[in-house]
């Protein structure tokens, strides 16, 4: 029998960095908050303090693709566009949350 503590953490953070359109060559700054999201298990209780940690740490290090996603999905304010990469990968885990995966 398997058990075990599974930590779930999450954090945000305000940031502003620059949009760059492939489209129309625009740019603009834009104030973003972006969440990041770790997960870590502590198999059998052991290691509770280092899954929550590692949990927490993860959840940081993903901010970064956070805010390259969040900028690509927004649109180009002077042309509208989105980032067809960032789109495909959103529309690609919708599914894989309609079908009950996780991505």
């Not at 599974?6 to 953070?13: K, N």
């Not at 290691?47 to 927490?56: D, I, N, S, V």
């Not at 690509?72 to 042309?79: D, E, I, Q, T």
């Amino acid at each position: 029998m398997y058990v075990a503590n599974t930590y779930l953490a999450t954090t945000a953070e305000a940031m502003r960095a620059s949009y760059d359109c492939e489209r129309c060559q625009g740019s603009a700054l834009a104030d973003v908050t972006v969440v990041g999201q770790g997960y870590a298990e502590a198999p059998f209780f052991i290691g509770q303090k280092a899954a929550a940690a590692h949990a927490a740490k993860a959840a940081t290090e993903a901010l970064p693709a956070a805010l390259e996603r969040t900028l690509g999905l927004a649109g180009c304010p002077h042309c509208g566009a989105c980032d067809p990469e960032q789109v495909k990968k959103a529309k690609l885990d919708a599914g894989l949350h309609r079908a009950g995966g996780n991505p």
